[in-house]
């Protein structure tokens, strides 16, 4: 079974930056799109952005594009999601998944979810 450890979290004033970090265990990370996704308080879990198996594809959700960046690195199992000119707007518990596809990740992720790692931006 894939375990998905988020990490890197933090508290920071608007326009700051974070760096988010999601290692995976297990063989099935590689052949998997993998995404960040995110909760606020009181509102549903969202799509953030998701990278391809690969590495060669990447998507991102309105909100983000411009500010954020997903990368992934195989050798390590791991998916980054770089976070520039943070907004209030973006605190909440941010959770990685896997996915089929980049097609469907953000409708349809797989699997189970890690712990998740709080981002706070104050203004």
């Known amino acids: 079974q894939v375990q998905l450890v988020e990490s890197g979290g933090g508290l920071v004033q608007a326009g700051a930056s974070l760096r988010l970090s999601c290692a995976a265990s297990?063989?099935?990370?590689?052949?998997?799109?993998m995404g960040w996704f995110r909760q606020a308080p009181g509102k549903e879990r969202e799509f953030v952005a998701a990278v391809s198996w690969s590495g060669g594809a990447t998507a991102y959700a309105d909100s983000v594009k411009g500010r954020f960046t997903i990368s992934r690195d195989s050798a390590k199992n791991t998916i980054y999601l770089q976070m520039n000119s943070l907004k209030p707007e973006d605190t909440a518990v941010y959770y990685c998944?896997?996915?089929?596809?980049?097609?469907?990740?953000?409708?349809?992720?797989?699997?189970?979810w890690g712990q998740g790692t709080q981002v706070t931006v104050s203004s």
């Open positions: 297990g063989r099935a990370f590689v052949s998997f799109a």
């Open positions: 998944a896997r996915g089929r596809a980049i097609a469907t990740i953000a409708s349809n992720p797989v699997g189970s």
